[in-house]
């Protein structure tokens, strides 16, 4: 198992040194995989036993309904995992379909093992689970934020929450958004042609100022409208 050093950054594994996460790799049965832009980890549907860690690249965790409209549940970044819920839950079967979204490797691991003590590495997994305990709730969190855009009444208002949002994470009126305008639709539960058409709005009335995913809030009632 390689790539230590880029999953000593997840949350997961907050507290472990490089040096004690080479036991772990071992005592969860670490695998790592690659996948490319666009390849599918995990269709909906799937029964899966093991957690996925994004090591470097990103996923979208993806819901389709009956008439193949497809809604952006989460974007899983880089030190975070996915299908967690449902294995820990005891669910098994996955509600959501996983999708590269960039080129991604992937560090999959046995939960079992996870909530599990051994002789090799037992010192560790209350620590593991602590820092699960904290994952969850920083999920709950994330979800909660999209709830709060989605929400909204109208394109406009559910396009300024967000962007509101992100500027407020980075502390910058200037910022990236991880997606392109079809992944910020479906992550909105919009139409792009809608969406489109909204931006267009702003950035001519001179609210927001955008390029690809590169946006930027351009006036204070900006944060205003969004509560309108």
Same mark, same amino acid.
């Given at each position: 198992?390689?790539?230590?050093?880029?999953?000593?950054?997840?949350?997961?594994?907050?507290?472990?040194?490089?040096?004690?996460?080479?036991?772990?790799?071992?005592?969860?049965?670490?695998?790592?995989?690659?996948?490319?832009?666009?390849?599918?980890?995990?269709?909906?549907?799937?029964?899966?036993?093991?957690?996925?860690?994004?090591?470097?690249?990103?996923?979208?965790?993806?819901?389709?309904?009956?008439?193949?409209?497809?809604?952006? #549940?989460?974007?899983?970044?880089?030190?975070?995992?996915?299908?967690?819920?449902?294995?820990?839950?005891?669910?098994?079967?996955?509600?959501?379909?996983?999708?590269?979204?960039?080129?991604?490797?992937?560090?999959?691991?046995?939960?079992?093992?996870?909530?599990?003590?051994?002789?090799?590495?037992?010192?560790?997994?209350?620590?593991?689970?602590?820092?699960?305990?904290?994952?969850?709730?920083?999920?709950?969190?994330?979800?909660?934020?999209?709830?709060?855009? #989605?929400?909204?009444?109208?394109?406009?208002?559910?396009?300024?929450?967000?962007?509101?949002?992100?500027?407020?994470?980075?502390?910058?009126?200037?910022?990236?958004?991880?997606?392109?305008?079809?992944?910020?639709?479906?992550?909105?539960?919009?139409?792009?042609?809608?969406?489109?058409?909204?931006?267009?709005?702003?950035?001519?009335?001179?609210?927001?100022?955008?390029?690809?995913?590169?946006?930027?809030?351009?006036?204070?009632?900006?944060?205003?409208?969004?509560?309108?």
């Amino acid at each position: 198992m390689k790539n230590f050093s880029a999953l000593k950054q997840s949350p997961l594994f907050q507290g472990v040194s490089e040096e004690e996460l080479v036991l772990l790799a071992k005592c969860l049965g670490c695998t790592l995989k690659s996948y490319g832009k666009g390849e599918t980890v995990y269709l909906a549907g799937d029964f899966v036993r093991e957690i996925g860690l994004v090591v470097c690249g990103r996923v979208h965790l993806i819901k389709d309904d009956s008439w193949g409209h497809s809604n952006i #549940i989460a974007e899983i970044a880089n030190g975070e995992m996915f299908a967690e819920a449902v294995v820990c839950g005891g669910v098994g079967v996955l509600p959501v379909t996983v999708v590269a979204a960039a080129d991604t490797e992937v560090c999959f691991m046995d939960f079992q093992r996870v909530i599990s003590t051994c002789s090799s590495a037992c010192m560790f997994h209350t620590l593991l689970i602590r820092n699960m305990i904290g994952v969850f709730a920083r999920k709950n969190m994330m979800l909660a934020g999209k709830m709060e855009h #989605i929400t909204k009444r109208t394109t406009r208002e559910k396009l300024l929450s967000y962007l509101s949002e992100q500027s407020k994470l980075r502390g910058s009126d200037r910022f990236e958004i991880p997606f392109d305008r079809q992944g910020l639709a479906d992550y909105l539960s919009v139409e792009r042609s809608a969406l489109s058409a909204e931006m267009s709005r702003l950035k001519t009335s001179g609210i927001i100022n955008y390029r690809k995913s590169h946006f930027e809030l351009l006036k204070e009632q900006a944060l205003g409208l969004v509560k309108k």
